[in-house]
């Protein structure tokens, strides 16, 4: 009798387990081509370090982000050479374009 409770008791807990579920939107993620960087300078999402801003040049390497709002800021030392505020949706590659040293 007491095998047949426990059987019954795990078979009824086994019954309780809650479905997974998995969401994919099926888009793709927005990234960021950073052309005319010069040696040296750092990328910036949204005050975070994304490293050497060169790498970043499209051919091949773009920098994939959230999408959404961001700023973006390219600096070389304490020198800001480009900041703007940019906003990218699903699927979108933003080119910024660094010219010269100076801040825009």
């Keep these: ?15 309780c387990t ?12 927005p990234s960021l081509v950073i052309k005319g960087a010069p040696e040296g300078s750092i990328v910036y999402i949204d005050n975070l370090n994304m490293g050497d801003a060169r790498q970043y040049d499209g051919k091949p390497k773009v920098l994939a982000i ?5 700023k973006v800021e390219v600096k070389q030392g ?22 010269g040293g100076a801040s825009k």
């Design 1 to 15: 009798m007491n095998k047949i409770i426990f059987l019954l008791v795990l078979t009824l807990l086994g019954a």
């Design 78 to 99: 304490t020198s800001s050479l480009h900041s703007e505020r940019v906003f990218v949706s699903n699927g979108e590659v933003h080119t910024i374009t660094v010219s």
């Design 66 to 70: 959230l999408e959404g709002a961001h």
């Design 18 to 29: 809650l479905p997974q579920t998995t969401v994919r939107t099926g888009s793709q993620q």
